[in-house]
């Protein structure tokens, strides 16, 4: 089968926080690309659709794509939605649980730093149109930095507040900054994610693990040429198995940095991501 490109966005709007910029597309880039999809022929299906064919199920269209939103910034609702509803579009978006607004209040909160983010009540409304509503953490931490007990905090209390919020059960997990490894996979697989999606900056096909779905970050500097390269099925790797040993060495720089109480990579999905391509 051909490979599929998961696109991962974060912030869709003109005026974004400084610190989200680099990883914001325009309202019109946006709409360009969802026009460059359309024109190339592929049909956007529903992320599960993509799970399903990983399981086994039914096969996927010839051509296809995946949308899918992190950290759930307020700008979805406003920009992104209704280009979706229009054209009738599937798309996931990740709920950092803890960052839903009104920020604050204990035990929840983030590691983001402040942003426009969606509220419960839009979150609920995305759900009724249809929009799949995934889990990414309570807090956006490095999930494969963490001790054993704090993954399984972030994991299955982000599943637990979505649950309730929306009064059906969750399936669809990101990795927070993209980051996991054979530990965070499990535990989030035991808490009741049956998916779950990294970055790597790869196309993604449906013979590999569920757990680690690799997607294309679409960031402010990706070139038309290359957005369409990708949409052609090419621009990038497709699926690759295992981790290099630069992900490996770098994660256990970030282990080593956690531990000493100076983590790096900043809080968010930062120039760090680059090093997890490999
Ligand atoms: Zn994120």
Known sequence: MSAVPVFLYHSVTSDPPPWIAPYTVTPRAFTEQLDRIADAGLTIIPLRRLVAAIRGGPAL?????????????????????????ERALPAT?????GAVHPPGGAPEGSLLPPAAMLSWRQIATLDALGIEIGGHTVTHPQLDALPAQRVWHEVVDCKRRLEDALNHAVYAFAYP????????RRTVREAGWTSACAVRNALATADRDPMRIPRLMVRADTRPELFTQWVRGGGAPVNPAGESFRTTGWRLYRRTRALLGRPVGGPSESGTLSRESG
């Open 61 to 85: 269209p010839a051509r296809c794509a995946v949308l899918t939103f992190d950290d759930g910034f307020a700008d979805f609702y406003w920009s992104v939605a209704p280009l979706l509803t």
């Open 93 to 97: 978006v990740f709920i950092t649980t």
């Open 177 to 184: 900054h993209g980051y996991s490894s054979n530990a965070v």
